[in-house]
């Protein structure tokens, strides 16, 4: 681990993000579809999801870009079970003996 990196939200991660990272091809719909960066703010939730674990990642990207893909509700019921499932996941580790 470099000195850049840090532990945040039980994933480590580097503060420059990716080394690997393409830049996003506006007119891409794999790399940028419109629903991406569909928030009032501008900002790509990966931008902020690439912070967190994986769960916690998933929530805030469904609740992001909640209904700009789909269902409103849908999206919200994905969030939800990422949510659930980092609950569990911590209740578990909780009650697990070291």
Do not use: C
Not at 35 to 56: D, K, T
Not at 84 to 97: C, F, G, Q, V, Y
């Amino acid at each position: 681990m470099n000195l850049n990196s840090r532990y945040v939200y039980g994933a480590i991660t580097d503060t420059e993000g990716p080394k690997n990272a393409t830049p996003p091809d506006s007119g891409s719909a794999v790399n940028h579809p419109k629903h991406y960066n569909s928030h009032p703010s501008g900002i790509e939730a990966i931008a902020v999801a690439r912070y967190m674990n994986f769960n916690l990642g998933n929530v805030l990207k469904y609740i992001w870009r909640a209904g700009h893909k789909g269902s409103f509700l849908e999206d919200l019921r994905k969030a939800q079970f990422y949510l659930n499932d980092e609950i569990d996941r911590l209740e578990h580790e909780e009650n697990t003996p070291d």
